[in-house]
């Protein structure tokens, strides 16, 4: 894998209720995908909650629910930490594809990234 193969990890642990920086990491992510450039999401801790049927009611949340469907279109995965992870009905409406992931996981994550963002 070349250096330009390697994905750009953006990493999303702020909370999504209180913060208006995880909108602008989701927005981030499209535009580096629009680049044609690959990207890697990882959301971990309170970042999770970017996955909450609830997440229009946020700050800055209908854009961010807007752009979760665009990237669900794209067909872009999530890498979610598996403790965030939960199983209600209400949890992940969008059906947007997730890949669990551990600390160990989010290190190989970070090591085969050409660049990483941490909001």
């Keep these: 894998m070349t250096e330009t193969d390697s994905p750009v990890l953006v990493a999303v642990s702020v ?17 580096i995908l629009a680049g044609e450039n690959e990207v890697a999401i990882a959301l971990l801790g309170a970042g999770a909650k970017i ?21 669900k279109k794209l067909g ?3 890498h979610v930490e598996r403790s965030t992870m939960r199983s209600e009905d209400d949890w992940n409406p969008l059906g947007l ?14 090591a085969s990234s050409r660049r990483a963002l941490f909001f």
């Excluded at 996955?51 to 990237?71: I, Q, S």
């Design 51 to 71: 996955l909450d049927a609830e997440v229009e009611d946020y700050v800055d949340g209908e854009d961010l629910h807007r752009h979760l469907g665009t990237l």
């Design 76 to 78: 872009q995965a999530f």
């Design 15 to 31: 909370d999504p209720e209180t913060s208006h920086r995880a909108n602008e990491a989701v927005r981030i992510a499209l535009g």
């Design 97 to 110: 594809e997730l890949v669990p992931i551990d600390g160990a996981e989010l290190a190989g994550l970070l």
